[in-house]
């Protein structure tokens, strides 16, 4: 019997492995097509697509449905990529499926983003779940999820410059590869802000001849925590993100379309309780007081911008502790971050895809390797009235939160 901590060191010993989504696809319809045998709302974006993955669990939960989520990364350990009830898959299933399928995981030789995706499949069947919320791991048209070949609805929170080497160097490009998700006569929901963009995605989606719903704006408010006007009703959310906001209205215009649409009964009544109880950890999470210390993921420049937006409103000295992995546009999210705050300090952390902290580094910034030091030294220096931010890297975020968490 394997024990859970050799499961997760055999699985993510095969990152890089990777045969193209045509030999994933092939896997899945050897194995009878686990990801259509239930229903599922499948959801893509440069920025917000977790976040958004939760506000739809979140408010379905609240309706009285048994709700699967499948997000990467996790932020706490492998198995939270994969979830029912925000409740992590248990350490015997995920050690049983890997003791079950480890043979014709080995004989496909598959990658381990597509065993995640893989075992989530097997947990959702088996526990029976009313619908199962996914997130696109990279892109759209290319990612292992998009195996999917009925979901409810499709859904593009977001297009931004992120992944160029993967995606393209334009977000006409990018948005292409995110309306990859798109099925022929599907439902999709765009939150997508920029016209040449929106565009792309109408196109593709007059092409499978599918229906596009645009999200209507939304009227955020000032003050914690964020209260927001959206199509004339009231929704508060359980965080001071501003950014956030825009992020529920994709959820409320993708729920509202499926009330609509007979896939599910859900009331005003469990729209408001659901959004008011949904917690993305690691997205502007408020990890201590005095002074006041928040996390965040903001892992590009989109995300970025929009965590700039938030900070202005937090009490000073503002101080950021940023890192950020090889492929970002790191100078561009350091300079963008040093505008909005009095400090601004950068770090680094070890993991294979990380940027050295002195590659980071830009004039006016302060660096300090060792990030539990940065961290501490950003503390005493905002004072008990101050704010610490930290963000950068997901990757980095998890680190930081089980410190944190720890008690130090």
Request: negative net charge; aromatic residues 10%; proline residues 3%.
């Amino acid at each position: 019997m394997t024990t859970i901590q050799e499961a997760v060191e055999w699985i993510t010993a095969r990152h890089n492995f990777h045969h193209g989504f045509d030999h994933f696809q092939r896997f899945m319809a050897s194995q009878g097509d686990p990801q259509d045998q239930f229903r599922s709302i499948h959801v893509a974006g440069t920025n917000g697509k977790g976040s958004t993955v939760s506000y739809l669990a979140s408010c379905l939960s609240a309706a009285g449905y048994t709700v699967g989520t499948f997000t990467s990364p996790h932020l706490t350990a492998h198995q939270d990529r994969i979830r029912i009830q925000d409740q992590w898959i248990n350490d015997e299933t995920f050690v049983r499926y890997t003791d079950t399928y480890r043979e014709l995981i080995e004989q496909w030789d598959l990658a381990m983003f597509e065993i995640d995706f893989f075992f989530a499949c097997l947990w959702f069947i088996e526990r029976k779940v009313d619908i199962a919320v996914i997130e696109v791991g990279l892109g759209g048209l290319w990612d292992s999820t998009n195996t999917l070949h009925h979901p409810l609805c499709s859904v593009i929170v977001s297009i931004g410059l992120d992944h160029m080497d993967r995606l393209g160097d334009s977000e006409e490009a990018i948005a292409l590869q995110k309306a990859g998700i798109v099925k022929s006569g599907g439902v999709v929901i765009s939150g997508v802000k920029q016209p040449e963009c929106q565009s792309v995605i109408e196109n593709v989606c007059r092409e499978k001849q599918a229906r596009l719903i645009p999200v209507s704006p939304v009227k955020v408010l000032s003050g914690y925590p964020v209260q927001f006007i959206w199509e004339g009703k009231s929704y508060t959310l359980n965080t001071a993100a501003r950014y956030q906001a825009e992020n529920a209205a994709v959820a409320l215009t993708c729920l509202n379309e499926g009330r609509q649409r007979g896939w599910f009964e859900i009331s005003e009544e469990a729209l408001v309780q659901g959004l008011k109880q949904a917690v993305w950890a690691g997205r502007f999470e408020i990890m201590g007081h005095r002074p006041l210390v928040i996390i965040d993921g903001a892992h590009n420049v989109p995300g970025i911008e929009a965590l700039c937006a938030s900070v202005k409103e937090l009490p000073h000295p503002q101080i950021i502790v940023f890192t950020a992995l090889k492929d970002k546009e790191t100078t561009g999210m350091a300079e963008r971050l040093k505008q909005c705050c009095d400090q601004l300090i950068i770090t680094q952390f070890d993991y294979f895809r990380a940027q050295t902290g002195k590659a980071l580094t830009i004039e006016g910034s302060e660096l300090i390797e060792d990030w539990k030091t940065a961290i501490l030294s950003a503390k005493q220096r905002a004072q008990p009235e101050g704010t610490v931010v930290i963000t950068g890297s997901l990757y980095f975020i998890s680190e930081v939160r089980a410190w944190l968490n720890s008690g130090s």
